[in-house]
């Protein structure tokens, strides 16, 4: 068994899609990124690379290349499941944002990561929270997701 930790964060601006763990939340502005820049799945697939102490995100998707330009960060997390050949055990993540409200798309959010890593949804913990306006998240400024995994 091995844990792994990961963690994103991205400027949320105008005219681009919210991503969040697989699905599009309705809202005016999104993340600015070199892919979708789905910062969840970017914290799950840092925190199994982590689990499997095989680097970063970023070593293995850089943020130059025209190859994950506006690319699916679900695809991220397929390849380095793949990759590591881990049997995920459990995920444990929290989303930091203030606007908008996710609970009501946290079962949603769920479905999708237990989807894509083929595991049951009962395996997967997603929370949100605000950051009570303080600092760039408060602001409304900025997203941050941070995932904990379990992996054998």
Same mark, same amino acid.
């Given at each position: 068994m091995r844990v792994g930790f990961g963690n994103d964060i991205h400027r949320l601006v105008e005219g681009r899609p919210l991503m969040i763990g697989g699905i599009e939340i309705p809202f005016d502005k999104g !993340? !600015? =990124?070199h892919s979708d820049g789905d910062v969840l799945l970017h914290a799950i697939t840092d925190a199994i690379l982590g689990a499997a102490a095989m680097g970063d995100i970023g070593q293995h998707f850089p943020d130059d290349s025209p190859l994950t330009k506006? =690319?699916?960060s679900s695809s991220f997390l397929k390849n380095v499941q793949l990759m590591t050949g881990a049997r995920i055990i459990n995920i444990d993540s929290t989303i930091t944002l203030e606007k908008p409200k996710l609970a009501e798309h946290i079962p949603a959010i769920r479905k999708s990561i237990a989807d894509l890593l083929e595991i049951n949804i009962k395996q997967v913990s997603v929370k949100a929270k605000t950051a009570e306006g303080l600092g760039p998240?408060? !602001?409304g400024k900025a997203i941050? =997701? !941070?995932a904990v995994v379990l992996i054998e």
């Open positions: !993340e !600015e =990124a506006d =690319a699916s998240i408060g !602001e941050k =997701a !941070e």
